[in-house]
């Protein structure tokens, strides 16, 4: 059996996926460390992990980035952008780092399993082989990888064929690393060059691709093609979804199919400002045919105005391996797990959402013609309205969810990851 280190910026987000492949390496005999946050050392330990604590200094509370840091409040686009790279993402990266070289000066670890927005990760492979354990990133947001056929990384820009393509996604790298990044990537090359004596090797969103290894939690059918994929690069199919434990509300036998379900969601995280797209779906669907289900992911439901139509039914969570069967379409924020536990369904979807990776995720959803990215965090009733009507009416969006959906029920997350993980330890064995 081998030992490995998963380490995990601070976010809920990005910890559960990780758990996730902590529980499964557990259960295969294999002795697991999870380095991440203070906040989430009992559910690293309830996974039967051990835990290790983050320095104070890396430990930045990204469930709620706008009380740590107030200058973000209000910021959007490429400021936006900007300042979540810089502070939330690069600036723990030189702590990171430490945290594991102490971890890797403790112990032996066969492998640091990561993800993409933990910056240590980063610095950690620009270390000869020799000095370290091989990197694994775990792509638990949409692929990073660099390449001519896609544009950067953070642009939320759909591909565009040919060769004034790959000429436009030049010009749009040029742009982004030097002029809209240019800041965020000389902090970067700065920090990596004070930890480990060079910069970062390349753009720091899709630092991932040049890691040793690169399992994507997704299926091709849901990512950009790219012809110069690195070979590193393995496609393994979203996590497996568990079956939920939550109890069905009372209202649950409304959904008898006899008229359209739509359900509406913020998620768990961004939800504090339900006029975003929660609202606006339930005043444009108001007087529909359709029944609104929404879930507050956690908030309580006093947190919706007192009035609601009378064809909404709320409840704080729900039992989405039970309810996303009966959804005709899904309108959500973006959030990469939620969209391809959907997709997995067949459901279609209409996605509002320009922060983080979520403007990565819409516009897949959009190339993909899974559904309609409406481009935009906060939306009109007759905006998402129309387009939930949209997704309704025309049979081609349900076509291609199920397409994508029939290749992620096809794939085998934990067949692929342990494959990776096996093909390190021979490499290993023969140098």
């Known amino acids: 059996m081998s030992t490995y280190l998963l380490t995990c910026t601070p976010a809920h987000g990005h910890v559960m996926p990780l758990l996730q492949v902590a529980r499964h390496l557990v259960s295969q005999g294999h002795e697991v460390s999870f380095l991440t946050s203070i906040r989430y050392a009992d559910r690293v330990t309830a996974a039967g992990a051990r835990f290790v604590a983050l320095p104070p200094e890396a430990d930045v509370d990204l469930d709620d980035a706008d009380a740590a840091f107030p200058e973000r409040v209000g910021l959007t686009g490429p400021a936006a952008l900007r300042f979540d790279i810089g502070t939330l993402f690069v600036r723990p990266g030189a702590a990171q780092l430490d945290a594991v070289r102490r971890e890797l000066g403790e112990r032996r670890i066969d492998a640091v399993l990561t993800e993409p927005l933990f910056v240590g990760g980063a610095l950690l492979q620009l270390l000869p082989v020799d ?3 091989p990197v694994v990133a775990l792509g638990i947001v949409p692929l990073g990888a660099r ?4 544009a950067p990384f953070g642009l939320g820009i759909a591909p565009m064929a040919g060769p004034i393509g790959r000429l436009r996604n030049a010009a749009l790298r040029m742009v982004a690393e030097r002029l809209i990044f240019g800041g965020v990537q000389r902090q970067a090359d700065e920090m990596a060059r004070q930890a480990v004596g060079r ?6 969103l899709d630092w991932a691709g040049r890691a040793d290894a690169y399992v994507q939690f997704s299926v091709p059918e849901f990512e950009y093609p790219r012809s110069d994929l690195p070979p590193t690069v393995h496609f393994a199919g979203p996590l497996p979804s568990a079956a939920s434990d939550i109890a069905a509300p009372d209202w649950w036998d409304d959904l008898d199919g006899t008229r359209p379900v739509v359900h509406v969601t913020q998620g768990t995280i961004a939800n504090s400002d339900f ?4 609202v606006p779906t339930m005043t444009a669907l108001a007087a529909s045919g359709c029944l609104v289900v929404v879930t507050t992911g956690g908030r309580p439901v006093s947190a919706l105005p007192a009035e609601l139509p009378a064809n909404v039914r709320v409840a704080e969570y729900l039992p989405y391996d039970r309810l996303l069967p009966l959804t005709d379409v899904l309108v959500t924020n973006g959030g990469f797990g939620g969209v391809q536990q959907a997709l997995a369904h ?14 990565e995720v819409a516009a897949r959803v959009g190339w993909t013609g899974a559904g309609i990215d409406l481009r935009a965090t906060t939306v ?3 905006q998402v309205g129309r387009a939930v009507s949209r997704v309704l009416a025309e049979p081609s969006y349900r076509t291609e969810a199920e397409r994508i959906g029939a290749a992620m029920r096809g794939s085998d997350a934990w067949r692929v990851l342990d494959g990776v ?3 390190l330890g021979s490499r290993r064995a023969v140098s």
């Open 275 to 278: 006029g975003q797209l929660v």
């Open 199 to 204: 910069d970062l090797g390349g753009f720091v």
């Open 147 to 150: 390449s001519r056929d896609v």
């Open 380 to 382: 009109a009733p007759a």
């Open 346 to 359: 067949g459901v279609p979807i209409v996605v509002a959402g320009q922060t983080e990776d979520k403007v």
């Open 131 to 133: 000095q370290r354990p």
């Open 421 to 423: 993980l096996e093909g």
